[in-house]
Every structure is written in C-alpha cells, then in structure tokens.
C-alpha cells in the first residue's frame, strides 16, 4: 500500500500509520494496542484484563458445570449475572470519570492530528485513563440495555460453548477445545466492543453513528447463532437443524476476520437487506423507493401470505392471491393520492389545485378504470379455470401444458421485441433494424416509426397477454386442488404477484418450470415428489437472479483486471496482483459465488484486483433518503430544467423496452455535450417504474473529462458511426458502459463563441453609444405604458376628456447655475420639507372658466420650500374650480439646479404646464425618476442626441388604448405633446450619463463588460440612478439589449429601419433573457424555459472576450446501461475508503480516471459526504403504459 506511481499513493503516509492502528483495533473489537506514543504498561493490562473478563466469568461457569455442581442452564445465568454485574460497573465507573473531569488547555502543536490522539495518563486508576478505556455511552438508555445484552451474551455463549455440547455434536476432543478456545476469543471479542469500547467497523453504513447502533453489530450475529443452537435443543428429531447447527460451531470462530474484512452487514443494512429479499423472491414484491414504503409493503405482503394460509376454500384462496397480487403491485401511493385529491375536489366543490409534481403525470380515472377492468377480468378467469379444469399431473398433453407452450412462444417474442429496441443486441452485436447515424430528432422520430409500431405490440403482449397467459397456468396447477401447506401460500401468493410485479422475470421462470415438468416427468424425482408449482417458481427465481448476479459480478472482476493490465503507467505494480489472481482463480471464484450468494458487492481493494465480499446492503447502497442530498451549485438548474422532458422520454423508451429489462439495482448513464445524466431504477411493478436521476458537474476536471470523452466515444461507435457489415460487433465490449438507445428531450444546447473583432471594434462601439438611447427610449416607454396603476387612471382620464396641469419645473431668471453639490448647504428644517410623493401624482383635470390653449402659464410668485418639493396633499381633496394657493404652486425648479435659500426670494414665477394631450398621462414616468441631478448646460447638450423620431415612431406602435376606437389619433396626439417629450429627454439622458459615466469617448470592451455585470462607473448621476431601484435595472437592461443588438448587427448585418430594430427588441423581451449567469434571474429564466438565453463573459487564460448562448430546443441525449455490480463494488470500495480508511485525499487512486471502470463518474455519483452530484431528484414515478 506504499504507492502505484511516484505520484498516485494508495494511502499517503499519515493514512498508513492511522489504518496499521486502526484495524488490528477493528480485529479484536476496541483493544488499542498499537498506539502512536510510548503508553504506560498499566494502559495494556488493564485492555487485556477488561477483554478477558468475560472468558473468567464464563470459565467459572463451565468449571462448575464440568464438575458436576451445576446445571447448564444454571451455568449460563451465573455467568450472565456475573457479566451484567461486571458490565454495569464498567458503565458507571466511565460515567463517574466524565462527569469529574475538567477541560484542561493544551498547548497548540503544529500536528493537530496527532493531538487528537495524544493523552496524558496519570495513574492506573485516573480520569483521563478511564476516559480513554471506557469512553462510555451517549445515552443513558443505551448504558443498561448494552449491559443487559452483555450479560445475557455471555450466559447464552457460555451455554453455547460448553465442552459437552460440542462434543455431542461433533464427538472430537481435539475439535471440542479449539471450538471452545476460538469460540470464547469470539465472545470476548463481542464483549468488549459492546460495553468496554466500540471497534470502527469496515462494515459501515451510515456515516454516522446518532443512536449507537454499531456496538449491537457483533452481539447481533453472536446471538443468531446461539438461537440456532437453542432450537436445535427444543427441536429435537431435526437433522437438518442438527447439521446447520454443526456447521455454525465451526463458522462461529471465524466471525472475527468476517467482522474485520466487513463481509457481515451492521444492524441497520442487515434489516433493509433482509426486508427486500424476502419481499422480493419469498412474497414477490419489489425494493421499494423509501425505507417507510419497503416497511409497509413487507408487512401488508407478509400479512397477505399468512392470511392466504387461513381461507378454507380453495377458490377464494385462488381469488385472494390473484386479487391482491395484482393490487399490490400497482403503484398505491399514486392511487390513494389521486382518489384523495378527487375527493377534496368533491367536497369543495370547485377545482382544487393540482396535484403534486411526479406522482400525477396522467395519472387520472382511465387508469383506476383500467386497472379495474384488469382486476375484474383476471378474478374471472382465475375462478373459472380453477373451477371448472380438471386437475392433473402435466403431461404432453394437459391444458397446463398446452398453455405452458402458449407462454414459450410468447416469451421468444418478446425477447425479440425488446432486443430490436435498442442499438446492440447482448450489448455485443448492433441491431440492424435500429435507426444507423442518428444525430438530430427530426431524422431518428422518421426513422423510430417502425421500431415505435413494434414497441406498441410488445406493450400489449407483455401487459395484457403474458399475465393473463400466466394466471391460466397458474389456475390449472393441481397443487390448488386440495387443502394448502404453508408453501403453497407462500409460493403461490407469491407466484400470482410476479405476474404482474415483474411480468418478464415471471414469464421466464414460468417457461423453465413447464420446460423442466416436460423433460423430467418422473414422479420420483425430488423435484417433482417434494415440491410443488409454487415453490418451484420461487426456487427458479432466486436462481435466476443470482445467475445474473454472477455474470455481471465476473464481467465487473475481468474488467478490474483488463483495467489494472492496460494501464502502462503501473503495469509494474499490477502485474504481480494480476497473475495472483490467475493462479488463485479458483479462490476468487469461491469469492465471486460467496459474493453472489449473499447479494453483496465484490469489492475491489482501492479498486485493484484485489477482491474482497462486501456486506449485504439494500438496492439502494445508501442509507439516506433518495434525493435528499446534493451538492448544489449554479449548474444544478440545467438539471431541473432538463428532468421533466427527460421523465417523458424515459416513460416512452421504458415501455417500448429501448432500455432493457428493467430491474431494481439498475444504472444508466446519459450523455448530452458537457452534461452526464445518472438515472437509477428504484423500484418497478405493473406499468410503472421509480427512478432517480442524478447530475453531475460540468465543470470538468482531467480526471473527468478523460472519461466523459471516452462515453462519447463509446456512443459515438453505436450511434453515428457508419457500418459495412449488418451485424457489426460492438468496439466497446469491455467497457461498463454498454450503449442502449437516444432519447430526444427539450433542453438548453450550450454555445461559447469568442467574440473578438466583434467587441473590440471602433465602429461597433461607436453605434452602440446612439442605439443604447434608442433602446433605453423604448424600454421606458414599454415600461410606462403597461404600470398596472396607471391602467387604472386611464379610464378616469379619457371620460374627463380635458387637458391635466403638470408642473414643470423651468429655468431659474438668475443667469447663474450651480451644481447639485450646492444642495449640501441645505439645513434639516428644508429637508423637513422635501417631498417627493405626489410630484406626478394622479391629480384631476382642472376646470377653468375658460378652456386654455397655450402650454405654458405664468403663476403669480410665490415662496417656496427647497427644490424639487410638493407638499403632500392632492389637489382633488378640494374644490373642483378652486386650487389652494399653499398646496398647488408650492413648488419650484424641478429637475434644475438648486439655488440658495438666501436667493429664493429673487425667483419672481414658475411655469405651470400641463400635458397637450389628456391621454398623456398614461405614459407620465413614476415621480421620483423626474428628479434633477445634472447640470442645465450638460443636459442641453445630451438633449441634441435625443432621437425624436425613433420616440415618435415607437410612441406610435405602442398598445395601451384597448378602450378607445380611434387610437392612431390618440397616439399620434401624445406624440405631438413637447411636455412629455421633454421629462423622456430627461430620464433618457440621466440614465444615458450613468452608464458612461464622465467619459464621453468611444467606450472600451473592459467599460462595456463592467456595466454589463453592474458594475457603473462614477459620475454625478451614479446615486441618483442607484437609488431607483426599478429605473436602475431598466437603465442596465437596456445596456445588455444593446450589446446583444451589436453582437447580432456584425453577425447578420445592419439593422435597416425602426420597424425591423422594434421586432428585433421585442424578440428580446420575450424570447431572450441577456444578463449574467451569476444572476437569480437567469436560474429562473432556465426553469421557466425562456427559448434563449445570453450572457457576456471573459477568459483570463486566452484573454478574449466571450459570449455564451443558451438554446432551447429538443435534441437527442445518449444513453446507456452500467454494469450494475462494477457501481455497487465501487460504491462498496468508496465506503470503505472513506469512512473506514479516512482516505479523503483528492488523488487517491481509486479516484483517477480509467476509461474502462469509469471510476471517477461512478464516485461523483455516489451520494453526498462520499459522492458529489450537483442534483439528485426525488424519486420519480413513471407510468409505463
């Protein structure tokens, strides 16, 4: 474990030393005899004495028994008494030693790892060495129930190895003390980790241990080979008990190296294992997509097994197994939430909401009435041939037979419908009939059609003919005829569920089983005489599945050794583990079918030929709830935006059968430009599937991107490439990754273009200063012609059909202007009055005697408050033919420079104007956007770039008079008003200022991309424009329109009138959305599947400037099935390296890249701490109709 390569260590040096202290820890169960410091002696004698403890007690026990003094089971309660008495003083004593102990500061070494380890013992009896023997528990709930389990361990196994008992069993002296010797180390083995100090277990399931479960794993075993023992004692007369009993004496010494090589599962991945076997090859179910629904589904199965035991008739026992194996499995969950919602909508009596995403997916009433149709069906048919058949042996010549030929031919078809699906037949040959050079949608939908018809037959035949063909051989079986064992419960119960919970796998064993009752019809054959249809079934199930098992599992370990051969680099370092393997290959084949046995990962050591059997563990590998955990990132958008279309895509390929039989445990992999899709099948039953589909990053490393290049490699082969021959074979065999079909989705193509010559040139740069005035003019005029609240005074407006007063603040009679820093000299009793609320508030028409004409109106002077105020009182709380004096005119310059307080008194009026058109005041801008920041002399000369007819033009197409008839009139009349014209002019041009800043030369490409991410330069308008919010993110909108427009100007050409520059900036608005990556608003104008997207960048490496498009369109994404046993002996590996070996160094091994293994795609896939997806899905339910 040294080092591959000079640069690739398997284990660095700190991890070697930790892991040479660490195991021979896990060895003897907590001991910690090799340490890194000198320890006094007193720290290993009392270890030694605490793990002996249990063997006194026991020894004491055996003595007295031996002598005759007393009884077996007196023996056994004295040495449990002894050990809990032992074990609750062990407990106490650590508790006593942590509640007395103080915190004591250290001073900091520069190895923070190694004072981890460090303590200072003082004496034999001391705190700190109490402490470090017996760090006790973290519940007080689990201090007596760990001391109570180690008494009653150690009475049972003192029961257990008592030399008498073994001698009746194997009747050897010699063997009767090395059973007892090894059998006791055993004992104290499981002692000591239990009260004394608890081992980290190579056997590691969840990352960590809350509720202290890992202590119980060893007692756990201890204690189901002791209860076969006792009820070898009570069951007398049972030879089988006797020889399984014989043979777990023998297993029971080497339980140490299985709990060190974690080849025996902790507590909590034994129970979920367990749970699924049973549910699956002994009550016909399915692994379930949660803990809770695998709970509930095995005990409503088991329950239904039982219960099938207790119904007298046959018939209904016919009709309970047919009717609840079908409903079970269904997806229930979707049934019960779809009746639920049906019946809340009922009660309201309106439309509720819909239903929540995953589960719904047309999932409405057609189905629950399809489905009852089925149910209905079914029990009929099952009722009558049960009825009225006869019953016999199979023959030649039986209706049970004659159906059994029925199901072989049906079963041939369908394995040829389902191979012509997918693009390689046993993943060796290419399917001639699949579509060759697939690379748009358009061309593989015209091509699919034949392969589409053909999905549609086999969906018929395998949902509507199979199970029905199936319930008919099941209904003939004699086994039915008279009353019913337990095994013909259990096997029938679950035979009649297979036929609809997984109706390929049920087809096949159907087919083996009739095959079998034909070739060998010999009623004295044990597989005939003894068992029965059912149980039968049940047998050739689990046989199947690990047949498939042992496949997968010695492809997975000759790929490990291709892998480890074909890398130049460390051949030197492989190739002595590689001819081991070859000369000890009938070992490593003990090892494979141990492996397969038990349904647990081949590990491969740091994923080098190195096998070792991993613990059983659920279909699932990891303990959390599916999509709970990811990495998340701003790549995960692409991800959600992509799953809904990838869901339906799924949904269509799975039921035509493109991606194979469909099993629990089984791994696809996507492939679409940066982007790599991990989906996994949780759970399947009649016409539906759970999966859950993962992302990994974009962001690629060399690690990565050799093996994202090596899948395309990989698809390349099987779908573009051009063949000679029909029947080609596939170049990437060996590989885990076998191709399987593409499937067209609506997602994002992500385009990169460097944009230099484009936004470094003079020209362009120099347009884009007089197209941002243009573009900033329609923004603010699309903006002020759809504020909701000025709909709202439309109609007011037009039914007063008169002309509003507006004040417009004019220029000051003194000659001299002064800046706006002038404004400083205000005192706070001015500032009292500044109010800016009503400037352009919703006043009414005034009425005047006489109708007035002119625009301008002179107001007798009046003293004002500072600048720009208005009190805040509208005009329509008075009189409609009087205005007051103190609340109307009391105002000044808006929008022009201040002017002292002392110098207030020479103003002698101030212009009142009011708009020519009483339509006007639909398009007014919001008050606080009117405000002045700039001096009279700059404004007038920005005004001169005002592009009045582009306004004109753009004030003409607008759309906000769905009132009036006449509306060119209306709007040709707004754009004649000057007063207007002139506050756009303003806010125009401020904005205008604030994005140039003071410069008001050609800007550069760096200004350009600083303003595009927010970044304004200083200028006497920046607060001003920050200020105001919504005006501000017009004002930056409007900038990143105008780069676009550049962008698209020198690609497809000028821009040759307004109306084609309108269209241009209404595509924009709509279709587009132009900003920056880092932007909330660009996630959710993924999400709400805007058809573009742009953003404007730059390249540090390369020094250019780019532009990156997002496109939305429907194209095809690769996909292709992993070898299921290559990710769970990797998954397994990864577990061991990272939470029992600590390796977490970023380039371990196990980690690198290899085109064969896929290893660094399959540990960015695990789940989160040891993986790392930047999106992980809950899980999905799809409808396989």
């Not at 689990?142 to 190895?161: E, I, Q, R």
């Not at 080849?263 to 949660?290: H, K, R």
């Not at 037979?401 to 389902?418: D, H, K």
């Not at 001015?830 to 009425?847: A, H, K, M, Y």
């Amino acid at each position: 474990m040294r080092r591959m390569s000079p640069d690739v260590p398997l284990l660095n040096d700190y991890k070697q030393d930790f892991f040479l202290k660490r195991f021979p820890q896990t060895v003897l169960g907590g001991p910690r005899f090799k340490l890194g410091y000198c320890a006094p002696p007193y720290i290993y004698v009392n270890q030694t004495v605490l793990f002996l403890m249990p063997w006194v007690w026991g020894g004491l026990g055996t003595l007295l028994y031996q002598l005759g003094i007393l009884e077996d089971y007196y023996t056994a309660a004295l040495s449990g008494g002894l050990m809990l008495f032992a074990a609750i003083i062990i407990q106490f004593t650590s508790l006593y030693a942590r509640n007395k102990s103080v915190t004591v500061e250290r001073m900091l070494t520069t190895d923070i790892l190694a004072e981890e380890d460090e303590h200072d013992f003082t004496s034999c009896a001391g705190t700190e060495t109490i402490r470090f023997l017996i760090p006790g528990k973290k519940y007080i709930a689990n201090t007596v129930l760990h001391s109570f389990l180690a008494g009653l361990m150690c009475g049972l196994g003192t029961w257990y190895l008592l030399p008498n008992r073994i001698s009746l069993l194997y009747g050897s002296t010699g063997g009767t003390v090395l059973l007892f010797v090894f059998g006791w180390m055993t004992l104290c083995i499981g002692e000591y980790s239990l009260i004394v100090n608890t081992a980290a277990e190579t056997a590691t399931f969840q990352t960590q241990d809350t509720y202290e479960i890992t202590p119980l794993m060893r007692p756990l075993y201890i204690f189901l080979f002791v209860s076969v023992d006792l009820a070898h004692r009570f069951l007398v007369n049972i030879p089988a008990l006797e020889q399984v009993n014989q043979i777990l004496h023998i297993l029971f010494i080497f339980l140490p190296f299985l709990w060190a090589l974690g080849t025996l599962p902790p507590p909590d991945s034994l129970f979920l294992w367990a749970m699924e076997q049973v549910l699956e090859f002994g009550l016909g179910g399915s692994s379930m997509s949660t803990h809770l629904r695998l709970l509930i589904m095995f005990i409503i199965s088991a329950g239904t097994a039982v219960t099938s035991y207790f119904i007298p008739s046959t018939v209904g026992v016919v009709l309970f197994m047919t009717g609840l194996g079908f409903l079970l499995s269904l997806n229930l969950s979707d049934t019960c939430l779809v009746f639920k919602h049906s019946v809340t909508r009922h009660r309201v009596g309106t439309k509720s909401k819909a239903l929540p995403s995953g589960s719904e997916k047309q999932f409405t009433w057609k189905e629950c009435l399809f489905y009852i149709i089925i149910l209905v069906l079914a029990l009929i048919e099952t009722s009558l041939l049960h009825h009225y058949a006869r019953f016999s042996q199979i023959s030649k010549n039986s209706p049970q037979a004659v159906v059994g030929y029925v199901l072989m031919i049906l079963l041939i078809i369908l394995w040829i419908l389902r191979e012509i699906q997918s693009v390689c037949i046993f993943g060796i040959f290419r399917n001639p009939f699949y579509p060759k050079d697939v690379q748009t949608v358009t061309l593989f939908l015209e091509k699919r059609t034949r392969l589409v018809k053909i999905g549609v037959v086999r969906r018929i035949l395998l949902n509507l003919v199979s199970p029905f063909a199936m319930i008919a051989f099941l209904s003939l079986d004699s086994s039915l005829q008279g009353l019913h064992s337990v095994s013909v419960s259990i096997g029938f119960t679950r035979a009649f569920r297979m036929v609809w919970q997984h109706t390929e796998n049920a087809l096949l064993e159907t087919v083996i089983v009739s095959v079998v009752h034909l070739l060998i019809s010999s009623t004295d054959v044990w597989w005939n005489r003894s068992v029965d249809t059912g149980i039968r079934l049940l047998l050739v199930g689990i046989m199947r599945d690990r047949l498939i098992q042992f496949i997968s599992k010695l492809q997975f370990a000759v790929t490990v050794l291709l892998a480890s051969w074909t890398e130049k680099k460390r051949r030197k370092s492989t190739t002595t583990l590689c001819i081991l393997n070859i000369v000890f290959s009938p070992f490593v084949l003990v090892f494979l079918i141990f492996s397969t046995l038990l349904s647990s990962p081949l590990l491969p050591l740091f994923t080098l030929p190195l096998f070792l059997v991993g613990f059983p563990r659920p279909v699932q590998i990891w303990p959390g709830a599916v999509g709970t955990t990811a990495c998340v990132c701003a790549d995960t958008v692409y991800y959600e935006q992509m799953v809904p279309g990838l869901t339906t895509a799924l949904q269509a390929a799975m039921a035509a059968g493109s991606l194979g039989l469909l099993l629990p445990g089984s791994h696809y992999l996507g492939r679409f430009q940066d982007r790599l899709i991990w989906i996994m099948i949780l759970e399947c039953g009649y016409t539906y599937c759970c999966i859950n589909i993962k992302g990994l990053e974009l962001q690629e490393t060399s690690c990565h991107t050799a093996e994202a290049q090596r899948v395309d490699e990989v698809f390349l082969s099987a779908f573009e490439q051009e063949y000679s021959r029909v029947c080609s074979i596939n170049e990437h065999f060996g590989n885990v990754l076998t191709p399987y079909t593409v499937l067209p989705v609506k997602l994002y193509s992500d385009a990169r273009n460097v944009l230099s010559g484009i936004i470094d040139s003079h020209d362009n740069l120099k347009e884009f200063k007089g197209d941002l005035i243009k573009v900033l003019v329609w923004l603010l005029l699309q903006y002020c012609s759809r504020r909701p609240h000025v709909q709202e005074v439309v109609h007011k407006t037009e039914s007063k059909g008169q002309a509003s007063l507006i004040i417009l603040p004019a220029l000051n009679t003194s000659p001299q202007t002064q800046s706006p820093e002038d404004s400083d000299s205000l005192n706070s009793e001015i500032l009292n009055d500044w109010s800016d609320d009503n400037v352009f508030g919703d006043e009414p028409t005034i009425r005047k005697g006489k109708e007035e004409k002119d625009q301008l109106k002179v107001v007798p002077g009046v003293n004002f408050p500072i600048p720009g105020s208005v009190e805040s009182q509208d005009v329509g709380e008075h009189s409609e033919g009087t205005v007051p004096e103190n609340s109307l005119y009391k105002s000044v310059i808006l929008g022009y420079p201040v002017v002292d307080k002392g110098k207030q008194k020479d103003v002698a009026y101030i212009p009142l104007v009011e708009f020519s058109c009483s339509h006007s005041h639909l398009l007014r801008l919001p008050e606080e956007w009117t405000s002045s920041c700039l001096p009279n002399s700059k404004m007038r000369e920005m005004s001169s770039l005002f592009p009045e007819e582009w306004y004109q033009f753009v004030l003409r197409q607008l759309e906000c008079f769905h009132s009036e008839e006449n509306v060119s009139s209306v709007l040709e009349e707004i754009a004649k008003d000057r007063v207007l014209k002139d506050f756009y002019v303003h806010a125009v041009m401020t904005c205008y200022f604030s994005l140039f800043g003071v410069d008001s030369m050609v800007p550069s490409p760096g200004h350009i991309l600083r303003v595009y991410s927010g970044v304004l330069p200083w200028s006497l308008a920046l607060d001003w424009l920050t200020e105001k919010p919504e005006l501000f993110q017009l004002a930056l909108k409007a900038f990143r329109y105008t780069l676009k427009l550049m962008i698209d100007k020198a690609s497809l050409g000028p821009v040759k009138d307004f109306k084609e520059l309108t269209n241009c900036l209404e595509e924009y608005e709509t279709d587009w959305y132009i900003g920056l990556v880092s932007d909330e608003k660009w996630k959710e104008a993924i999400l709400q599947e805007k058809p573009y997207l742009f953003s404007l960048g730059y390249d540090p490496n390369m020094g250019v400037y780019t532009g990156r498009v997002l496109t939305l369109q429907e194209l095809l994404i690769q996909v292709g099935k992993l070898n299921a046993e290559a990710v769970k002996g990797q998954w397994a590996n990864l577990s061991w390296e990272l939470l029992y070996a600590t390796n977490d160094d970023e380039e371990r091994y196990s980690i690198q890249a290899h085109p064969l293994l896929l290893r660094n795609l399959t540990v960015q896939a695990a789940d989160p701490p040891l993986g790392y997806p930047i999106y992980s899905s809950k899980p999905l339910h799809i409808h396989l109709y």
